[in-house]
Structures are given as structure tokens and as C-alpha cells.
């Protein structure tokens, strides 16, 4: 009976050791877990009843789909170089009919994302026929469609990286570049160490010309990565950024790469260094080698009219540029340069002003394309896609506060529309920065003027003159100045003292300022005559003369000199506006 009690004993013993035990040491798993309940007090008073600090994972969390593989694996394929995405495929070791079907979509992952972003680079793993049940395997079918998939729920960063994809299949909308741009910062936000992610954030601010913002991304990449996509890349946008000594030294680990087509995408690449370097030259070398190789590489028939243009040769520029509209004559960088054409070569702002407007059109935030229209803005005095040039500077300007040209054109637009204030904040800054400017010289001196600030202008004007007496510019800034500041009958003096030694535009120049300074009309109109002598095209002498006779109603006389005004200034549309009301009143 004693042994009996004692074998019983024993038994309720184990039992209870076996009931309390941890589950992994007994080699069974819970399949529940129910956490204790503490009492806890509300501000109110009130007890609630809540879990122990031993928490269930959160049901808005869901689980992994690649939860089972290996993170270290994952990962590789998240960092996306073509070196790490062949480690993780390597590390798959596993013939098809022991795999499961995470890791087959895994191995299809990684073999979209060599193909579709590494295309110097081969395949070297074997992949196999997945569903496209997956978010995953959706969002690259849908990539092969040129679709910005928005379905999948962006739970990882394969998940919300891979739909971006897209942007690299060609004519994609504009609103599918910026679902782009948003899911590949997002999946840097998960990953920021991926090179693939940090290769197509580059990729994407560079061709949208914003290569400042393109440049920390690619070098993130090209740190992560050597591969020849990536020294292309990083290459050009370090060009672009002024610095082509590191864009060469980049380029010199092109030559160790194996794949076929680098000794083309090489020569392409040194080709923009030479271009952006100044060495026109030796970009058009580079760049006819290339046409040789392939001669319908339309992206570089419109690089070739673009030296062309960079080198005033308007003929053969125009040639090539109809070449490229049979295919494609909605490219920004072609309308960009058919735009300058027209300007620079053609002198027809109309036909300029119709081409950037259907640029900006296509193109709304491209800031080439806004720096024309700003510029023909500020030749013709008149709106183009219904701004100013001020307007239009405007929109760079909040993109890129220091935009030299932008700064420029703004100035001329507020010079244009009187509004002296305005124009004087950015002229005082930017004859800070270019003391040497003439042209800004010149224009700080007015805007100062119209303020009344006589003092500045002179101390502005002096400063330049003493420095540079023989520009021709400086010295009518110089005598501008002069003739607001001091007395008339100092004025007279310092122009009579420089008529003798002054060449023919400066002594039109100062005949036509000292007819301001003449007492009567007849020495006015003396001075006016004089000035033409020694320059016929002086615009300035031609407008005051239309003024004194439009003022004495002598409308006839008036429209003669205001014609030839216009003549000289085809593209001012105000000149051209009083003209027209002249015409008007004539009749």
C-alpha cells in the first residue's frame, strides 16, 4: 500500500513538472497564448484590464511572405547590385523539387531585377515558373506592361520598390514618373543601403536635368557597386555638375568591365565629359566613332546637332535636327534645341516662342525649357505661355534660388514691367557676386536711378569705369550715371571732354545724352542728328526723336523714326504695339 501511495505520488509529480515546462525544451509548441491579466487605472478611476508586458505580435502587422527564406538572403536581393543579387541566388542550394514557392518567386525577383536594371550582365542562375498571385510577381508583370502597379500593398521594400521598375520602359506618363519617384523614395526609406533603389533615385533626378539631387544617390550606388550602369550614370551627372576630373577617374574602372557593349557605352560617356568640358572637338570625334558604330542611335544624332550648335555651325545642326523630328519631334532635349536654333540662327521669336510653349506643355517643370521662354520673354517684352520673364524665372528660381540666368531674366522682366524695387533686390546681389559684368553694370545703374539712389549708382559706375575705362558698356553706365548725378553744366563738360577720343557708338552715345541736356529743341534735335551720324542704328537716338515729334502731334515724322525703331527691334512688342496704335491714329 506504502509503494502504491509512493508510485502515485511520483506520477502527479511528473506531470505537473511536465504541464509548467518551456515547450521548446520539451520539443512540443504552443499553439496559444494567453497573456496574464493585470488591473490597471484609468485617469478616470475606472480599471481596465489590459496584457502583461508579454505581447502578441500585432495583427496590423502582417507576417513576412519571405518569412521562411533566409533573411541574409533577402536582403542581398534588396541591396540589388548584380554581385549581391548572384550571392543570394548562389546561397539558394536547392534543385526545383525541393524548393518552395516563396523562394521560386524570390529567385524570379531576382532575376527581373538583373535583367530589367543590370543589362550588361547575365542571368547566371536557373529561374522557374512562378504564379502571378503574388504582389510581387503582379508588380513585374505589371512592369512589362508599363503599368506603376499600386496594388500591392507596399508591406516590404521588394514589395514597394519593384513597382517602380517601370520607369525604366519607354513613353511612360507623366503622372507614372512621379507614382515612381514616390515608391522609390519610400523603399529607401525601408532600405536606404539599396543600390538598386539608389541607382533608379539618380536615374530619375537626372533625367529630369535636377543632377545636383542625382549626384548623392549615384554615389551611393557606385559605392555599393561597380557595375558599368551605375559608372555611366555617375559619371555623366558628376560632368554635368562641373566636376569632370572625377567623372574621368570614374570612368577609368569602365575599362574592367567584361561586358560586350562597354567600349561603345564608354566612348558614349567620354563623349559628354569632352562636351561638358568644353572640348567640342573632341565630343564631336567621340561622338561621330559612335554614329559609325551604330548610325541610327537617334540620342546621339541630337547629341551631334548639339555641338554643332554649341559651335555656331547652324547648317549641319539644322540637318540633323529634321533627321531626328522623322522620328521624334516631341523629345525635350530636341525641342530645346530646335528653340535655340530658331532664336539664335533663324532670329524668328515666333517660331522659337511656338516651339517652347508645346516644350512646356509636354514638359511643365523642365528647367531648360523654362530659361527660354524666360529669355524670349526678356527679348520681346512680351509673355510666352502667358508669363513674363520675371514670372517664368520665378519658377526656377524656387527650385534653384542661385540659377545665375534665371536671376538674370528676372531682372529684365521686373526692369520691363517698372517694377524697380523688385529689380533692384536681385540686381544688388548679382553685381555683388559679378563685379565685372558690364551688361550688369549697366542695369544696376538704371534700377538704382529710377529708386532715386543717385549716390550708389555713381559710387557703382565709378568703380567700374576707373577699372575698365575702354568698355563700352561701363562707359555708358559710366556717363548715365554722371549726367543724373551731377550738374548740367558739369555733364556737358565731361561729354564734351570725351567726344574727341570717342569711338562712334560711344559718341552717338553722348550726343544723345547731352540732347537731354540742351535748353532748347533745336540743340536737341542738333545733338539727335549728330548721334545718328556717328551711329544709324543708335534705337535710343530713334525713339527720342519719335517722342519730341509724337509730343509736337507731328505724327507722320514721328512714325518715321518709330519705324525704325521697330526695324531695328523686330521682337519688341511694345515697340511694335506703339507703332500699331500710331497707324491707328494716322489713319
Known amino acids: 500500500m506504502t509503494a502504491l501511495l509512493l508510485i502515485l505520488t511520483l506520477s502527479l509529480t511528473a506531470c505537473a513538472s511536465t504541464e509548467s515546462s518551456d515547450p521548446q525544451e520539451t520539443g512540443h509548441t504552443k499553439t496559444s497564448y494567453e497573456a496574464p491579466v493585470v488591473s490597471e487605472k484609468t485617469e478616470e478611476g475606472e ?36 554581385a549581391s543579387l548572384t550571392e543570394a541566388m548562389n546561397s539558394i542550394h536547392k534543385s526545383e523539387a525541393d524548393l518552395t514557392q516563396n523562394e521560386k518567386v524570390l529567385i524570379y525577383i531576382a532575376s527581373e531585377m538583373m535583367r530589367i536594371l543590370w543589362s550588361s550582365q547575365k542571368v547566371s542562375w536557373t529561374t522557374y515558373s512562378v504564379s ?26 521588394l514589395s514597394t520598390f519593384l513597382p517602380s521598375l517601370v520607369y525604366l520602359t519607354p513613353n511612360i506618363t507623366a503622372n507614372v514618373q512621379a507614382q515612381c519617384e514616390q515608391g522609390i523614395l519610400a523603399s529607401l526609406k525601408i532600405n536606404p543601403d539599396s543600390v538598386a533603389a539608389n541607382y533608379l533615385a539618380g536615374l530619375y533626378y537626372e533625367r529630369k536635368t535636377e543632377y545636383v539631387k542625382a549626384e548623392p544617390y549615384l554615389k551611393k550606388a557606385y559605392d555599393g557597386s561597380d557595375t558599368i550602369e551605375i559608372i555611366l550614370e555617375y559619371a555623366k551627372v558628376l560632368s554635368k555638375n562641373g566636376k569632370s576630373s572625377l567623372a574621368e577617374e570614374v570612368m577609368k574602372k569602365a575599362g574592367s568591365s567584361n561586358a560586350s557593349n562597354t567600349s561603345l557605352a564608354v566612348l558614349k560617356q567620354n563623349a559628354y565629359i569632352a562636351f561638358e568640358k568644353g572640348d567640342y572637338t573632341a565630343a564631336e570625334e567621340a561622338v561621330a566613332r559612335v554614329l559609325q558604330q551604330t548610325p541610327n542611335d537617334l540620342e546621339f544624332v541630337l547629341f551631334r546637332a548639339r555641338i554643332f550648335i554649341e559651335k555656331n555651325d547652324y547648317i549641319h545642326a539644322v540637318s540633323l535636327l529634321d533627321m531626328y523630328a522623322r522620328q521624334n519631334d516631341t523629345n525635350i532635349d530636341y525641342l530645346i534645341l530646335r528653340a535655340r536654333v530658331q532664336l539664335d540662327w533663324s532670329k524668328n521669336t515666333n ?10 506643355q509636354l514638359y511643365p517643370d523642365n528647367v531648360d525649357a523654362l530659361l527660354i521662354a524666360a529669355r524670349i520673354s526678356s527679348m520681346t517684352d512680351g509673355p510666352v505661355a502667358g508669363k513674363y520673364a520675371d514670372e517664368l524665372a520665378a519658377i526656377v528660381l524656387e527650385k534653384s534660388p542661385s540659377n545665375n540666368d534665371a536671376l538674370i531674366y528676372a531682372l529684365d522682366g521686373l526692369v520691363q514691367r517698372e517694377n524697380w524695387q523688385e529689380a533692384y533686390n536681385i540686381s544688388s546681389g548679382l553685381v555683388k557676386k559679378q563685379p565685372d559684368n558690364e551688361n550688369l553694370i549697366l542695369k544696376h545703374v538704371t534700377v538704382c536711378l529710377k529708386l532715386g539712389r543717385k549716390t550708389e549708382a555713381m559710387e557703382v559706375a565709378q568703380r567700374a569705369y576707373n577699372s575698365n575705362s575702354s568698355n563700352e558698356t561701363i562707359t555708358q553706365a559710366y556717363i548715365l550715371a554722371s549726367t543724373q548725378v551731377l550738374s548740367r553744366d558739369e555733364s556737358i563738360k565731361l561729354i564734351d571732354s570725351m567726344l574727341p577720343n570717342a569711338s562712334s557708338k560711344i559718341k552717338s552715345y553722348l550726343y544723345y545724352r547731352r540732347s537731354f541736356l ?34 509736337k502731334k507731328d505724327y507722320r515724322k514721328a512714325q518715321y523714326y518709330l519705324k525704325q525703331v521697330v526695324a531695328i527691334n523686330p521682337n519688341d512688342s511694345s515697340v511694335r504695339k506703339l507703332n500699331e496704335a500710331l497707324t491707328q491714329l494716322i489713319q
Open 47 to 82: 480599471t481596465n484590464q489590459t496584457a502583461d508586458a508579454i505581447k502578441l505580435p500585432s495583427a496590423s502587422k502582417p507576417k513576412s511572405y519571405f518569412a521562411k527564406i533566409n533573411d541574409e538572403i533577402v536582403k542581398k536581393v534588396e541591396i540589388g547590385s548584380p
Open 132 to 157: 502571378d498571385e503574388t504582389p510581387y510577381t503582379g508588380a513585374l508583370k505589371s512592369v512589362k506592361n508599363g503599368i506603376y502597379d499600386t496594388s500591392t500593398g507596399n508591406t516590404d521594400f
Open 351 to 360: 517660331a522659337a516662342t511656338e516651339t517652347i510653349e508645346k516644350a512646356m
Open 518 to 551: 540742351e535748353r532748347s529743341e533745336e540743340t536737341a534735335l542738333a545733338d539727335l542728328r549728330s548721334s545718328l551720324i556717328a551711329n544709324p542704328r543708335n534705337s535710343d537716338a530713334l525713339f527720342r526723336l519719335y517722342e519730341i515729334y509724337y509730343d
